[in-house]
């Protein structure tokens, strides 16, 4: 079982800056890749970013590509997400998720966070 807690959401004006967090607790964390995926409202979800704990490799959405960056900390369990120069089409619900790597490739994942607020106004 694996547990994800996401913090760091808030209101922000186009053009700033915001870093997520997300707190991970349990079992065989590093058999798992993490990502970031958000869901603005009346659509579906969608991927942001992903990472493996091990480094293997770091990937984004085009929409993020460039702005955005995913980092972590193994020695927290904790994987963050840098989102730079914030457009209004970033608000969204943020998750984390954990899953295999082609599962999280595929939009899906075993284990998801409760989701923080991003709003970026104009």
């Known amino acids: 079982q694996v547990r994800l807690v996401e913090s760091g959401g808030g209101l922000v004006q186009a053009g700033d800056s915001l870093r997520l967090s997300c707190v991970a607790s349990g079992s065989r964390l590093s058999s798992y890749t993490m990502g970031w995926f958000r869901q603005a409202p009346g659509k579906d979800r969608t991927f942001v970013a992903a990472?493996?704990?091990?480094?293997?490799?770091?990937y984004y959405s085009d929409s993020v590509k460039g702005r955005f960056t995913m980092s972590r900390d193994n020695a927290k369990n904790t994987v963050y997400l840098q989102m730079n120069t914030l457009k209004p089409e970033d608000t969204a619900v943020y998750y984390c998720a954990a899953g295999g790597e082609v599962l999280i490739r595929l939009g899906q994942a075993n284990y998801w966070g409760q989701g923080t607020q991003v709003t970026v106004s104009s």
């Open positions: 990472t493996t704990w091990s480094g293997m490799g770091t």
